[in-house]
């Protein structure tokens, strides 16, 4: 063995290799998106984006009924997308074992809500591992293959940011000789309609209490014993702030959080005079153990349920003196969010908000266009949801006058679940204008591949997927590929679908690559004297733009301005210029 430093996704995709896993499949989602990236580099080994996480589940099933160990990774919200497979996969169990780790985000560091994957493990009845450390979850995730067909049921890993991105020392071994299981065709075990499923259930209740009885012995779960005044029930990324805050209280370490040891938990409750249940957004823990008939402890103090806890959150809520978090010193400017310079999606939503639309929007960078100057997105929901959303208002608002309805989606997130939405419209002939905006990437999670860019997670050869071939397939008259970047294009696009054509289904592909995907820097350009300080081109909220706050005249940072271009056309008088180039200086700036 070698001791390494990684990541808690690194670490799980360790285990997975050295479990002898052989296949992955995934839709990425922070913070979970590192996970099968690194996994993809491993020798011997199949990864693959999926085109969201249900599919990605049933992928995964598919492979592991022909005998393979399968590791499926998603972000806390594709548990839901994913959660119809996941209940029944625990009523069939596996063949090969089937990990899947659901990485959730306390805090909404990058997410739209604050959800915990332990209800869904508990729903389903579905095994659920929580390592706090990258040690543990190369451990823990090595042994979940071999407790999957021990067991015959899918387990999963719950992470969190902390876990996910923290990296700490793992000591890092060999893969295993796996050998896949021999595919036996059995209907009773595989197809769930209710002559099966009514049977298969029964095998499902005496595998909880299999579990539940496994669950008093399993070794993931720890007892730190020290005094017996205060004992804290704590487990994943919270037990390291539990230990940091509470250096002298007894710990009941939780690493099986479902199902949990009633009987362990008791003796442990028994052994302390008061017993509390430290968790970070979420009451599941506390719950749980309640129900259990274990006597919880209230705080001293309010313990936050909302968000990341720290050291200083649990010292407070023991009513112990600790440091308010520092905010951040008056003279530091603030950084809000924004698209970047050059960002294809700028002049769409520049144009969206001119025009006053009522615009329904989805997951992904485009989400930005809901800010400040741009301020042109009216909802978002979740993925896929611009286009159902668009065609709910156009239902509501008939009859009525009312402002043109228009979907933005990305060409990730239609190839995710955008698609199925607009069939519905389609099928009901609904009306309105969607817009693609297809950047050829998956970019908020790092610039992953799609069913539309062709590019697959381990390069191999693909197809790229006929974005404007598809959708006219669907019977969509009224589709038009536009280059975002030009600003005349962009307007009279949307003018001719949102008026023209409002009686109708009209689709916008507007198209251009990611920035970040190639990185050209072409010359930059610079404000002259012509300048009349209208402040025009500052409402397209590019980073590179600023107003002198003395004089009102605009300002291009030259280090950061790409040479897009999309200021100059909304100048008026032919104030912003771009440098000759080969002034260059052969790109250098």
Known sequence: MSVQLMSGNEAIARGAWEAGCTIGVAYPGTPSTETMESFATYEGVYAEWCTNEKVAVEVGVGASAAGARVLSTMKHVGVNVAADPLFTAAYTGVNGGFVILAADDPGMYSSQNEQDSHFYAAASHTPMLD??????????????????????????????????????????????????????????????????????????????RDLEEWAEECPFNRIEKKGSEVGIVCGGAVYQHVVDALPDASVFKVGLSWPLPKQALNDFANSVDALFVVEEGSEYLTKQVASLGVNVSEFPAELPRDGELSPGLIKRAFGIDAPEHMDSPDDVPGRPPALCAGCPHRLVFKELSRIKAIVTGDIGCYTLGALPPLASMDTCIDMGASVSMSHGFELALAGRDHAPIVAVIGDSTFGHSGLSSLITTVYNKGAGTVCILDNRTTAMTGRQGNPFNGVTLQNRESRELDLVGLVSALGIQNVTVVNPHDAKAVRNALKVATKEQADDLSVIVFKAPCVLLHRERKPYFFVNGDCRSCGQCTTLGCPALSKDADTGLAAIDSAMCIGCGQCAQYCGFGAIEQIPASSMNGGAR
């Open 131 to 208: 390592p706090s450390d990258s040690s543990e979850a190369l451990a823990f995730t090595r042994s979940a293959f071999e407790l999957s067909e021990r067991f015959d049921v899918p387990f999963m890993i719950r992470s969190t940011v902390r876990v996910s991105h923290t990296k700490t020392p793992v000591e890092a071994g060999e893969k295993i000789n796996y050998e896949p299981k021999p595919y036996e065709k059995n209907a009773a075990k595989w197809v769930m309609m209710p002559a099966f499923a009514k049977p298969r259930r029964k095998v499902q209740l005496q595998r909880i």
